[in-house]
């Protein structure tokens, strides 16, 4: 079968690692994926680098014009990013291949929702990442799978984290962590704020943020200077493969306003690492059953107390690490995700 995918993303984020994820496992399985992506982007150059045919094309109308010259060559086109779709709707419209779009968010309905249920009708079999992703389409009458993002297995990597723990000079801390962009959706202020009620109670605890500075981030380095944290709270940038770090941590948080799974969480849970993260959006379907531990949006004192409870208790906490990690290796695997796509493309190209 060939594939095409399409991403319109230039940075690397969670829908960037899942769309090269399935194409890796896919290609595996005897299919060929080929690409389409932004010019320059993150996920070109590691497509690449893993030997994948891969189109680049400016954002914009080039975009769309160069879908349109390779879409009839494909069983299936696979839209993973909501302006990936814009294009490879009106694609649709003109040529027959079957279209598949995985929705990666959970963001409410804008007013004029209208135009994006016209959209939607436009693909062939509508994916969303959790039930929290797929509630928008289904509100608008649209038939919507749910086919939840994978993880994958990540090998020990001691050294590394090691040499991060020397550079940083955090021998010695223990860490709080999160992988968030400097966004307002991932709301690292509230974050912060909860640090400082974290570091008051505890002297030998540093959290650490890595992420890509986006609209928050002048905001968040504002508050970490009005709270004295500049030796206790680190912004350290975006880091290639991130989550190999995540064994350092002794916590791993997530404040987000808005998410549709939270796929740096299922690494966290699958490393063992406990995990305290609000109830936004399918992060309450992600750590489910007792996986984690859940905090209201915005609720400060309570994502401090929380983070406080697991470093004063980890035997209590135990359990639900365990529960955690079993969950992730039976429920969120790569194989078993590429497999559910395979399913649907199947049944597009014999129907």
Not at 21 to 42: V, Y
Not at 88 to 94: D, F, T
Not at 150 to 167: G, Y
Not at 290 to 315: E, F, K, T, Y
Request: charged content about 20%; glycine content about 6%.
């Amino acid at each position: 079968m060939r594939i095409l995918q399409i991403n319109t993303e230039k940075s690397w984020r969670g829908g960037e690692r899942q769309t090269l994820l399935t194409m890796q496992t896919l290609a595996e399985k005897g299919h060929q994926l080929d690409l389409l992506t932004a010019r320059e982007s993150e996920l070109a150059s590691r497509a690449k680098a893993a030997g994948f045919n891969v189109f680049e094309a400016d954002s914009g109308i080039g975009f769309g014009l160069k879908l349109l010259s390779l879409a009839r060559g494909y069983d299936v086109v696979h839209a993973q990013t909501a302006k990936a779709v814009t294009w490879a709707a009106l694609v649709r419209l003109l040529v027959s291949t079957p279209l598949v779009f995985t929705k990666r968010t959970s963001f409410a309905l804008k007013r004029g929702h209208w135009k994006t249920r016209l959209k939607w009708l436009q693909v062939d079999r509508l994916i969303a990442i959790s039930e929290a992703a797929a509630a928008g389409p289904r509100e608008l009458g649209i038939e919507t799978q749910v086919i939840p993002s994978a993880v994958a297995v990540i090998d020990p990597h001691p050294e590394r984290i090691q040499a991060f723990l020397v550079h940083r000079s955090l021998q010695g801390r223990r860490l709080v962590g999160t992988a968030a962009a400097l966004s307002f959706e991932k709301d690292p202020l509230t974050l912060i704020e909860a640090a400082a009620e974290v570091c008051k109670a505890q002297d030998d605890v540093t959290f650490v943020h890595w992420g890509a500075a986006e609209q928050a981030a002048h905001a968040a380095r504002e508050r970490i200077d009005q709270l004295g944290l500049q030796d206790r709270y680190l912004l350290l940038g975006f880091e290639q493969s991130v989550e190999q770090l995540y064994p350092a941590l002794s916590v791993f948080v997530m404040a987000s306003k808005f998410e549709a799974l939270g796929s740096s969480v299922l690494d966290a849970m699958q490393q063992r690492v406990p995990v305290v993260s609000t109830d936004a959006g399918g992060l309450k379907e992600t750590l489910a059953n007792g996986r984690g531990l859940l905090v209201a949006v915005g609720d400060v004192h309570a994502m401090a107390s929380q983070i406080l409870l697991v470093l004063g208790r980890p035997s209590v906490i135990a359990p639900m690490v365990q529960q955690a990690f079993e969950d992730v290796q039976a429920h969120y695997s790569v194989s078993a995700m590429a497999n559910r796509y395979l399913e649907v493309y199947r049944g597009l190209t014999t129907a």
